[in-house]
């Protein structure tokens, strides 16, 4: 498909119908039934510094406790796809995550919902991922199954941050939808999830970790979970082709086919906005039209093929840092089994933890299954930060990966 046809494909635009449905609506002060109400909001503890205002709504607080945890600024370093990169104009994770953010409240205004809770959803979807993206992930899970058979994702990581790491008692909504939000399971209908308690969800986050194959039976139990979980693809699926445009993995957006949401960040982002409403307005589910479902899958495969099998961390690159995961994981354990104290992980992670917790001590902590910290700290790294504390514990190790710097461009 060449770039003039795509330039063919046009901008779509809500349904009439829909339109005037909406508009209508809002000027009788309409109010979506399904929309997640404040009231209705549920937390771990009754704490009185948590009840809901007129000037701190219930979602609004869980916003800005999650931005004002370290693993929030932690965002600025970690990969959201290009590894090893000096360039201010790719993305990194912390830009994903508001660009995720700003699409799913555009998506939930049009449909009524409550954009407060899809705000939090969105900001801390991805507070659990490693360094080195998806990658890095693959990585860590496979040092920590080995050893527990357990497995880490970064979604249920991300539950732990905000609910056990941190403490800082947020909603069950919140982290239902955090839980919930894996965008590489996508479905042309997102019919509700049924996590109504902190009991139910103790139990899928502990089922995720026992079985791998859980993850992708989950959905979240409000619309707004599942606007976020959408729009977590739709966030990507363009911006990472700007950005391989960028890195020069590619040479243009000619290998991409599509017949309707296009293949730029622009169309992609407004052709896939306006089905999800068209389809979803006024129902007890978030859809898209078939054709339109489709052609996301479509391009979904493509970016695998010209963008995520090709860059990032491939060939050499890729098993230099999974031996880098696979040492670092036994020398972390090592440092925690024999209680060397200097050591990183009780000066940059133990203590820093428990200084910032809400509800962590240094000896609770220490009191749990030693390969759980290590999780935890690995986790936590960014792609700097990981480099540079290998270097430090390995010092005698050559390192031979090479950052692409702002000369190389």
Known sequence: MTEATNKEIPYLTLDPEVESAIMLDRANAWRNPLRFDDACVLRREDKEHDIATLARPAFSRDIEKIINIP???????????????????????????????RIARGIGALLGLNCDLIEAIALGHDLGHTPFGHAGERFLSACYHERTGRYFNHNVHSVRVLDQL??????????????????????????????????????????????????????PSTLEGCVVR?????????????????????????????????????????????????????KDRIAMSPEVFEDLRLAKRQNYEFIY???????????????????????????????????????????????TSRNITEESYL??????????????????????????LFPEQDVPIQLRGYAAR
């Open 166 to 219: 941190y403490h800082r008692n947020i909603s069950l909504q919140t982290l239902d939808g955090v839980l919930c939000h894996n965008g590489e399971f996508e479905q042309q209908v997102l019919r509700l999830g049924d996590i109504k308690s902190f009991e139910t969800l103790d139990e899928r986050v502990e089922a995720c970790c026992i079985d791998e194959a859980r993850i992708a039976t989950l959905r």
């Open 309 to 355: 099998s090709r860059e990032g961390m491939v060939g050499d690159a890729h098993n230099i840092v999974q031996e880098m995961f696979e040492r670092l994981y036994d020398r972390v354990l090592d440092d925690l089994t024999h209680n060397r104290r200097e050591a990183p992980v009780f000066k940059h992670h133990v203590r820093k933890l428990v200084e």
């Open 71 to 101: 693993a929030y600024s932690r965002y600025t370093d970690k990969t959201q796809v290009f590894s090893f990169v000096r360039n201010d104009d790719i993305t990194r994770r912390g830009l994903h995550v508001q660009l995720v953010s």
């Open 230 to 282: 959408v729009s977590d693809m739709i966030a990507y699926l363009g911006k990472d082709r700007q950005d391989a445009l960028e890195m020069g993995a590619l040479t243009s957006l000619d290998v991409f086919d599509s017949e309707i949401i296009g293949k730029d960040n622009a169309r992609i982002i407004n052709n896939l906005t306006v089905d999800i409403v068209n389809n979803s307005y006024r």
């Open 367 to 392: 009191a749990l299954e030693p390969n759980q910290i290590v999780v935890d700290y690995m986790a936590s790294m960014t792609d700097n930060y990981f480099v540079e504390i290998y270097k430090r």
